[in-house]
C-alpha cells in the first residue's frame, strides 16, 4: 500500500523548469510530478529495492565529476529502515570511482532496476553513515519509472556475489576499439548526471544532487562521432526530464556501459550537452531530441560482475525506435526522393472484392524513404503494350510499419493493370512520398476520420499511427473511424480496423456504414451516412474532421459540417483535381494575395542536365518548357495538387498564374503551375 503523502510544491528544481517551458509542458507536468515524485519511499518501493541484486548509483566524485557505477550482492544487500533510509551491505567494486563518492553527506542517486520484470524505481538521498561493511543515506526523493526500453534479460550468478574483484583494470582517456566496439553492440547504458544545490534548503525540495538514469533502444541506437565523442537519442519518456534538466544546470555527466555477457563494465565520465533538433534527429525513427557525450577519462574493469545476463526480448517500445544506421540511410532516400527508384512487389492482398494491397520494398539497396501518415506515392508502370502511366497511391500504413503498402482500388488504366498484370517479384518504380493530407497524433481534440470506399486508404494509415504512437508516448488522440461502403464485399480492412480498435483501448471508435444491409457486421449502420447519422455516433465535442472518398461524397459531408458551424480549418480532405472540393473559408481568413505577374521573357537554367533555354510565356509551364527541351521530368497530377514535380529553385523568382492546393517546402517550386516571375525572374536555375 502506497503510504507517501502528495506534494503541494513544484518538484523540479530550474533545470527540469527549463526543458519543460522549451517544451511547453510546464502546468501537467507539475501536476503529474507533485503525486509521483515524493520525499519518502512508498512501501512498494521498499520491497522492491530490498528483492534486487543490484543497484545502479549515480556520484559525484571530489573532483566533481559525476561517475554511474554498480552496488552488487546477494538479494537483501539493500535494507529499508522505513520510508526515509536505506542501508546498503555492499561496498563499491575495486577501481570503480563510486568508492571516492561516499563521504558522509554525499548526494548519490539510485536506480532500481529489474531486467526480467522490467520494473524500475529511482531513489535520491544523501550520505548519513558509512563502515567497512557499507553505508547508509536518508531519501531524499523517491520516483516511479515506467518499463520503457527495458530489454528483457535473465540472469544468473557466475560466482560469488562478495568476489567483486575485476580480472583487469584500465585507464581510458578516449574510447579505443575495444570500447567503441563495446558501445557499438550495445543496447543499454546508464547515464548519471549532478544538479548543484543552489543553497542547502533547497537540496531536498527540488531533488538537487546527483542522480543516475537508463537508456535503452536497438543495437546501433549509439552513435559513435570519433574517439572522444558518441550521440545517444532522447525517446518518450515520462516527461520529467530529470537527466536533461540536470545538464541545463551542469554539463558534466557519467555514462557506463555494461557487457551483460562478459560481466565487464565500461564506465566514462565528461562532458554533456542536449541536441534539440537537426536533419538526422529528425530521420531516426523514434528519436524527439539527443545528447552528445565528449569522454574526459574513463576505466574498463574486466569481469567485474558475478554475474551474467541472457538476452530475452526487446522492450516493445524499442522495436519502434531506430538506429544511426537506419536515420543515414533514411537520409540518403529523402535525397533520392525526386529520383525513379525501383521497389520490388514482395506480398499481394486482396482487401475487398475490388481493392487490393501491393507491399513493396526497395530493390536498389537503399531504404525505404521517410514519410508521414496519409501521404501518397507516385508511381510509373510500363503497360504490356509498352504505354507509360504515372498515378499517385496513398500509402495505406504507418511509417512505423514495415515496407510500403498501396491499396488499390480497380477502376482505371493503372490500376487495372495492377490488379491484372503485377504479382510478387514484380519491381514498379516510384519517387519519394509526397502529399500534404496528414495528421497530427500530439493533438488533443478527438479526430473524426471518415472514408468512403477507397478513401479508407488514407484513414488506415491514420489509424496505425495514432495507435502506434499512442503506445509510444503513452497518450493516444482520441478517434472515431467512420467506414463507409456499398456493401460488406466492397468493404476494405475489416478485420485489420477492428485489431486497431482493440489496441487502441478505448481510443479509437471504429463505426461501419454500409448501404446494403446483407452481409454486414454486427453494430453497422445503414448508409447513406447523413448529418444526421454522423451526429448519432459522435459525441458532442469539438473535433477535427478528415475526409476522402467521391467528389460528391465529400462535397456534401464538407457542406453539411460548414452548416452545423464547423470550422472550415477544422475539415481537412484529401481532394485530388484542383476542383474536387469547393470550400467555403472561414469569415477571419485573409484572403490570399494576387499573383505576381509573369515574366515575358526568361533564361532558364536546368543544372544537373545541362539544358538551357529561353523562356517565354507561350511555351507554357516550366514543366511543359522542360518537356519541349527533351527532358522528361517528374510528374503526375499537371495540377498543383500532388506535389511530384516539386523541384530545388536555385536562383530566380516564379509564379503560380491559378493557385495550387500542395504547398511546395521553402526553395521548391511546382512545375507543372510555375513559370518565370516578371520580377527576379528574368534569370531561373532549377536543380532537374
Known sequence: MDTASTRSDNPFHAGEQAVHDRLHIRERVVEVGQRVIRTEMPDQHQRFFEQLPFMLVGSVDRAGRPWASVLVGRPGFVQASGAKRLDFHARPIPGDPLAGGLAPGAQLGFLGIELHTRRRNRVNGHVVATDAGGFSIEVDQSVGNCPQYIQGREFQWTRDAADLRPRGTEALTALDAEARAVIGRSDTLFIATQAPAADDSDDVKTGRGADVSHRGGRPGFVKIEDDHTFLVPDFTGNFFFMTLGNLQLNPRAGVLFIDFETGDLLTLSGTAEVVWDGDELKAFEGAERAWRFRVESGWRLRD????????????????????????????????????????????????????????????DGHAVPQ??????????????????????????????DEGLRLSIKREGAASRHLHDHVRAGDVIEALGPRGQFTIDEKLKRPAVLIGGGVGITPMVAFARHLVAE?????????????????????????????????????????????????????GALRGPLTLDLLKTVLPFDDHEFFLCGPPGFMQGLYDGLR?????????????????????????????????APAAQQSTVSFTRSGHVGEWTPERGSLLEFAEDMGMNPPFSCRAGHCGSCATRLTAGQITYPNPTSWRPSQGEVLLCCAVPAADGGERLELDL
Open 563 to 595: 452548416r452545423l458551424g464547423v470550422r472550415d480549418a477544422r475539415i481537412q480532405a484529401e481532394a485530388f483535381g484542383p476542383s474536387s472540393l469547393k470550400r467555403r473559408p472561414d469569415e477571419a481568413a485573409a484572403a490570399p494575395p494576387p499573383p
Open 304 to 363: 567485474a560482475l558475478p554475474m551474467r545476463w541472457a538476452f530475452r526480448d526487446f522492450s516493445p517500445n524499442s522495436t519502434l525506435t531506430g538506429t544511426w544506421a537506419e536515420a543515414a540511410a533514411r537520409l540518403e532516400a529523402q535525397r533520392l526522393a525526386q529520383t525513379w527508384r525501383p521497389y520490388r512487389v514482395t506480398r499481394v492482398i486482396d482487401e475487398s472484392s475490388v481493392i487490393r494491397s501491393f507491399h513493396l520494398a526497395p530493390a
Open 470 to 522: 499512442g503506445f509510444r508516448h503513452r497518450r493516444t488522440r482520441p478517434v472515431h473511424l467512420i467506414q463507409v461502403a456499398r456493401s460488406e464485399d466492397l468493404r476494405a480492412f475489416g478485420a485489420e480496423l477492428r485489431a486497431l480498435e482493440r489496441r487502441a483501448r478505448g481510443a479509437m471508435k471504429l463505426h461501419v456504414v454500409l448501404d446494403a444491409g446483407d452481409g454486414a457486421p454486427e
Open 371 to 400: 514519410f508521414s501518415a496519409g501521404q501518397h506515392l507516385p508511381i510509373r508502370l510500363k503497360t504490356i503494350s509498352g504505354e507509360e502511366l504515372r498515378r499517385v497511391y496513398t500509402i495505406s500504413q504507418a511509417p512505423s
